[in-house]
Antibody, heavy 119, light 111 residues
Framework: QITLKESGPTLVQSTQTLTLTCTFS??????????VGWIRQPPGKALEWLAL???????RFRPSLRTRLTITKDTSKSQVVVTMTNMDPVDTATYYCVHTNSGYYPLNWGQGTLVTVSS | QSALTQPPSASGSPGQSVTISCTGT?????????VSWYQQHPGKAPKLVIY???KRPSGVPDRFSGSKSGNTASLTVSGLQAEDEADFYCSSYAGTNNFWVFGGGTKLTVL
C-alpha cells in the first residue's frame, strides 16, 4: 500500500521561502517512470501541477514557476522536498504530494496540507 | 484560467447518467491518450477514477467510464448515487514542458 504525507509550515510570510516535505511509504524509486511530485489547489479553485522528480533525479517544473521551485529526493529517508521562494498571498493553497508510476498522471495522493501566506 | 475547459456544474437524479466534458488542444488531450479524471469530495484529496482515457483503477465502480474524441474527453457516471456528488477534475499529459494540465473542475450534484 502506497501512502504519502505532507508536512511543513501552515503559515508563511510574504517573500519567505516555503519548504514542504513529502514522506512516503510503499514506493520503490525505480523503475523508469516512477516519480513523486507536487500539486496545489488554492481555496475553491482548480488543481495546478508544480513539480515532479523521477527515480533517476530527472526533474520537471511548471514553466511559470520554474525560477521559484526546487525539488529533491532522499530515498534513504523516503522523502521528497519541494521549496518555493518569494511566497506571495496568491500562493495560499492546499499543497498535495503525489506519486506517479508512469509519469503520465498522478496516481496516489497525500492528504494535503494547507499553507497560508500572510502579507 | 485552467488549461482544460470543463463545465462548472452538472447534475442528475439518482439512477440517471451524467456526462462531463473536458476540452483541450492538440498539445494535450488531443495529442496523448493520457487523460485522467479525479473525484474530490469536500475537504478531501482528489481520487483517481479514470486513467489513460478509459481505464478504471481497481475499486472504482464500473458506473464510471471515460472516452475521448479529438480534443475533448468525457467522463460518464451512470446509475447516479448520492455518494457520487463531488467535484470532478480532468487532467491530461501535455508533454515534457507543460507536463500535467488540469481542468477547472465540475461540481456534480445529485438531485
Amino acid at each position: 500500500q502506497i501512502t504519502l504525507k505532507e508536512s511543513g509550515p501552515t503559515l508563511v510570510q510574504s517573500t519567505q521561502t516555503l519548504t514542504l516535505t513529502c514522506t512516503f511509504s510503499g514506493i520503490s524509486f525505480s523503475p523508469h517512470g516512477v516519480g513523486v511530485g507536487w500539486i496545489r489547489q488554492p481555496p475553491g479553485k482548480a488543481l495546478e501541477w508544480l513539480a515532479l522528480i523521477y527515480w533517476d533525479d530527472d526533474r520537471r517544473f511548471r514553466p511559470s514557476l520554474r525560477t521559484r521551485l526546487t525539488i529533491t529526493k532522499d530515498t534513504s529517508k523516503s522523502q521528497v522536498v519541494v521549496t518555493m521562494t518569494n511566497m506571495d498571498p496568491v500562493d495560499t493553497a492546499t499543497y498535495y504530494c503525489v506519486h506517479t508510476n508512469s509519469g503520465y498522471y498522478p496516481l496516489n495522493w497525500g492528504q494535503g496540507t494547507l499553507v497560508t501566506v500572510s502579507s | 484560467q485552467s488549461a482544460l475547459t470543463q463545465p462548472p456544474s452538472a447534475s442528475g437524479s439518482p439512477g440517471q447518467s451524467v456526462t462531463i466534458s473536458c476540452t483541450g488542444t492538440n498539445s494535450d488531450v488531443g495529442g496523448y491518450n493520457y487523460v485522467s479524471w479525479y473525484q474530490q469530495h469536500p475537504g478531501k484529496a482528489p481520487k483517481l477514477v479514470i486513467y489513460e482515457v478509459t481505464k478504471r483503477p481497481s475499486g472504482v465502480p464500473d458506473r464510471f467510464s471515460g472516452s475521448k474524441s479529438g480534443n475533448t474527453a468525457s467522463l460518464t457516471v451512470s446509475g447516479l448515487q448520492a455518494e457520487d456528488e463531488a467535484d470532478f477534475y480532468c487532467s491530461s499529459y501535455a508533454g515534457t514542458n507543460n507536463f500535467w494540465v488540469f481542468g477547472g473542475g465540475t461540481k456534480l450534484t445529485v438531485l
